[in-house]
Every structure is written in C-alpha cells, then in structure tokens.
C-alpha cells in the first residue's frame, strides 16, 4: 500500500506563487508514475500536471505556463504554482500508479491518493 502525504497548501493573494510536497512511502522514482489533481468545491476533480514514471509530464491548459511539475530522485513529488488566479483554489491532491497510463489527466485511472492540501487564491 502506498501512503501520500501533500504539504504546502495555503492562502495566497493573486500573482503569488505556492509550492507544494507530496511525500510517498514507497520509492516512486521510475517505478509509478504520479500527478497532480485539483477539485473546487460544487466541481468534478480535474487534472492538473502530471509525471509518468519515466518522468514525461503533461498539464493541463489552464495552468500551462505558470505551474511546473517535478520530482526527485527518490519519493517526492512537487508542484510549483506561479502566477496563481482566484480559479486556481481547490483542494489539491496527489495521486500515484504503478502503470504508465494512457489519460494520465484522468482521475479514475490512479490507484493511490493522498489527503490533499487546500490552495486558497484572493484577488
């Protein structure tokens, strides 16, 4: 079983910038591909950026440009958000899977999610 743990979450006016941490218990490195989703409240969960497990990554078009996925070399995955806009606030969650996955912006397709971690954007 793998264990997610997202951090970094918070309130932020808008144009500023958030990174967030999402912590596995497993070494993810080449072994799971991960991503990152977003749901605001009364709204389906959307994908927002992804990392297959040979690190190919993917985004959606509303945050391409200003948010960056990344991963080190060991089990953490991140996402820096740059720019951010009110529409940016959702819960954020991070999700992993051992396969390499044909929709990686699909939520039904992983098999691991953390808690999330709240992004609140002002205007």
């Known amino acids: 079983q793998v264990q997610l743990v997202e951090s970094g979450g918070g309130s932020v006016q808008a144009g500023g910038s958030l990174r967030l941490s999402c912590s596995a218990s497993v070494y993810t490195s080449a072994r799971y591909s991960m991503a990152w989703f977003r749901q605001a409240p009364g709204k389906e969960r959307e994908g927002v950026a992804t990392?297959?497990?040979?690190?190919?990554k993917r985004y959606a078009d509303s945050v391409k440009g200003r948010f960056t996925i990344s991963r080190d070399n060991a089990n953490t995955l991140y996402l820096q958000m740059n720019s951010l806009k009110p529409e940016d606030t959702a819960m954020y969650y991070c999700?992993?899977?051992?396969?390499?996955?044909?929709?990686?912006?699909?939520?039904?397709?992983?098999?691991?999610w953390g808690q999330g971690t709240q992004v609140t954007v002002s205007s």
């Open positions: 999700a992993a899977d051992e396969r390499v996955l044909l929709d990686p912006l699909s939520a039904t397709d992983y098999k691991y």
């Open positions: 990392s297959s497990k040979y690190d190919m």
